[in-house]
């Protein structure tokens, strides 16, 4: 798989404050990247620098060899898109013209209008996840999951060479996370390069195809789902008891999850 992102000897952080420290690792074409570790450990902290929200203090970010660092800000949007936690916006715009909001980085000056290659684009991107049946709905007015598959349309609509996730499914319920993640997972399937923080182990081993373990402002681990996701690596990177199983889902199917152990004397009192 040829490599998209490289990121090399990355140290960034906030003001003074150094809070990940040295960083490598690598995304590929067509590949689905998860980033996990517990909180505060850095992983968003690493991704805005790789948005170019944060200067790094040393190393350097490549796109298919080039130096994001030498991107202006509308070239960077058209290589990298951005899919945020929920939102609402200030106001009740249609699904449609949120869609189209992608297509920013694309306009003339930011006088000119939309296209209708841009119009096209949009409704692509929307036929892409099957919501452009929601095209003239008030995005306000829709469900957690669906606002999050418009979202990901808008970021689609960028046309970016890769998607770019800050859990995205934090403040989703069950059914909605799993929703947008098998969206998700489709789009990597079919050829788009993602790279997903998230909390969840369970989610990384659902979509991913690599995953980079970061601990303490480091990477300690990456490789395939099978490879870095282990109960020895999760107790050690959220400092809990958990437990990785293979669970037999039927028709010869089999599943790995990861499953929280409670305190002993927490289940002695359940069994009683």
Known sequence: MATLLEVKGLTTGYGKKE???GID????????CCVIGANGCGKTTALKCVLG??????????????NTADMTVRERAQHFAYIPQLHIPPFPFKVADVVLLGRTPY????????TEHDKLVAWRSMDMLSIENLADREYTELS????????IARALAQEP????????????????QQLVLTRLRALSRSGMAVLMVTHDPDHALFCADKVVVMEDGKVI??????????????????????????VDVGAGYT??????????????TRKG
């Open 53 to 66: 929200i944060l200067p790094a203090f040393s190393g350097v970010i490549l796109l298919e060899g080039a």
């Open 161 to 176: 060479d890769i998607l770019v996730m800050d859990e995205p499914t934090a403040s989703l319920d069950f059914g909605n």
């Open 221 to 246: 681990d990456q490789g395939s789902p099978s490879e870095t996701i282990n109960s020895d690596k999760l107790r050690r990177i959220y400092r809990t008891e958990v437990f990785v199983a293979d």
């Open 144 to 151: 957690g999951g669906q606002q999050q598959l418009v979202l």
């Open 25 to 32: 690792f690598t995304v590929g074409n067509r590949e689905f």
């Open 255 to 268: 599943q790995r999850t990861c499953i929280p152990l409670m305190d002993a004397t927490l289940m002695d």
């Open 19 to 21: 809070v990940v420290h």
């Open 107 to 114: 306009l003339q000056s930011s006088a000119g209008g939309a």
